[in-house]
């Protein structure tokens, strides 16, 4: 069951290249109990099975509650994030799709009934109980494990595996959502921009080189910016910026004063400022906090 709220969070556009070969890539992820600051969307469909723990995700401005051995299914550019329950920590493994590419030899002019798929709303099923529909668990469950294991022909028994989930996903979503919804195109007017963002965070950014990749005014830019990731580009910059520097305080022993410059800080104390702005502490005290964490393995 789901529960609607109205929320205002920050937004973040997480692209994910795919092979052309077989367009379907893995992440195993933990998820603490931290709070929901942000909210982020994929161009493509995004497949979860929670392994271990429970707590919430948000989609769009729906909120559900997940617990081990359920399924999570994202449309792309649909707005989400999850949480764990307060003081525990679940273990995820995410599956990042394109069916039509993946399953082109099946379909060449595209999976039947694919844009019940690509476009979320109030009545899409985000979460799947696996208790409840075990089919699709032992689908997605046969999935990775065909991902981890590689044996003899696992390319087309993924293909396969991900045909049966497909037609299993279109039958609990039979419903048509019209194409005039008109809001993951709308979204995507800013993607370059968000990209061009992704990919140039550590240089010097002009507000008109980002209303240029759209092909927009700097005014009409700023105002449609605005309205879809309810926050302005620059606000939106030092968001990156500062979510960037947390991989590098994680994963290596550079200087908070080397980090500030490589995210494209102009000074170590406006880093410190943002960074407390949006994460709620310093730098250094996260960067010890979160280690601390994350010192446990998967297993």
Not at 41 to 49: A, L, P, Q, V
Not at 66 to 80: E, K, L, Q, R
Not at 178 to 192: G, H, M, V
Not at 235 to 257: D, Q
């Amino acid at each position: 069951m789901s529960k609607t709220q109205n929320f205002n969070f920050t937004i973040e556009y997480t692209p994910h290249i795919l092979p052309l070969d077989l367009p379907i890539v893995p992440l195993l992820w933990k998820t603490a109990d931290a709070p929901i600051i942000f909210l982020h969307f994929h161009n493509c469909i995004e497949i979860g099975y929670c392994y271990s723990g429970d707590g919430i995700i948000v989609v769009e401005n729906r909120t559900y509650n997940f617990t081990a051995g359920d399924i999570s299914v994202i449309c792309p550019n649909a707005m989400h994030l999850s949480k764990s329950n307060q003081g525990t920590e679940s273990k995820w493994e995410y599956l990042y799709i394109d069916p039509n590419l993946l399953l082109k030899d099946f379909f060449p002019n595209g999976f039947p009934n694919a844009d019940n798929l690509m476009y979320d709303s109030p009545d899409f099923v985000n979460i799947i109980p696996g208790n409840e529909h075990t089919k699709i668990k032992s689908l997605v469950l046969g999935i990775l494990d065909e991902i981890l294991y590689k044996r003899e022909n696992y390319q087309s028994s993924i293909r396969g595996l991900c045909l049966a989930f497909m037609i299993e996903l279109t039958r609990l979503n039979p419903q048509k959502f019209p194409k005039q919804n008109k809001q993951p195109e709308t979204r995507l007017i800013i993607a370059p921009a968000l990209e061009y963002i992704n990919h140039n965070y550590m240089n010097k950014i002009k507000m008109k080189d980002l209303a240029d990749c759209c092909h927009l005014s700097i005014t009409h830019f700023r105002r449609v910016f605005s309205s879809i990731i309810l926050t302005g580009p620059l606000e939106y910059l030092n968001h990156i910026r500062v979510r960037k520097s947390c991989t590098l305080l994680y994963n290596t022993e550079e200087s908070i004063l080397d980090i500030s410059l490589q995210t494209g800080f102009p000074t170590v104390s406006s880093y410190n400022r943002h960074f407390n702005d949006i994460i709620g502490t310093s730098p250094l005290k996260w960067r010890n906090s979160v280690r601390s964490i994350h010192s446990k393995d998967y297993k």
